[in-house]
């Protein structure tokens, strides 16, 4: 079983940045690959970013691609997003997950074993 929590959300004007952090229980969090998500009111939950167990390979939707970054420290058991030059349509719930496959990069949500509670995140124009 594993635990994951979220935290770093906030309200912040466009253009700012934010790093989310979600820290896991368990002593075996290299062998889960990792995902961040996201859902706006009345919109599907969508992929972000996702990282391999060992941290050398990730994996980004177009919409971040180049403004977002996911980064990981197995010896604190703790994923990372850098959220950079944020914008209005960057607002959401943001989740993060855990696959048990280090080296998956999947994008779709039915392939995650654990999801935490999310961070909300806000960026007003």
């Known amino acids: 079983q594993v635990q994951l929590v979220e935290s770093g959300g906030g309200l912040v004007q466009a253009g700012a940045s934010l790093r989310l952090s979600c820290a896991a229980s368990g002593r075996t969090f290299s062998s889960y690959a990792m995902g961040w998500f996201r859902q706006a009111p009345g919109k599907e939950r969508e992929f972000v970013a996702a990282?391999?167990?060992?941290?050398?390979?990730?994996n980004y939707a177009d919409s971040v691609k180049g403004r977002f970054t996911i980064s990981r420290d197995n010896a604190k058991n703790t994923v990372y997003l850098q959220m950079n030059s944020l914008k209005p349509e960057d607002t959401a719930v943001y989740y993060c997950?855990?696959?048990?496959?280090?080296?998956?990069?999947?994008?779709?949500?039915?392939?995650?074993?654990?999801w935490g509670q999310g961070t909300q995140v806000t960026v007003s124009s």
């Open positions: 997950a855990a696959e048990f496959a280090p080296s998956a990069l999947t994008i779709r949500t039915s392939e995650y074993d654990y």
């Open positions: 990282i391999s167990g060992s941290g050398r390979r990730t």
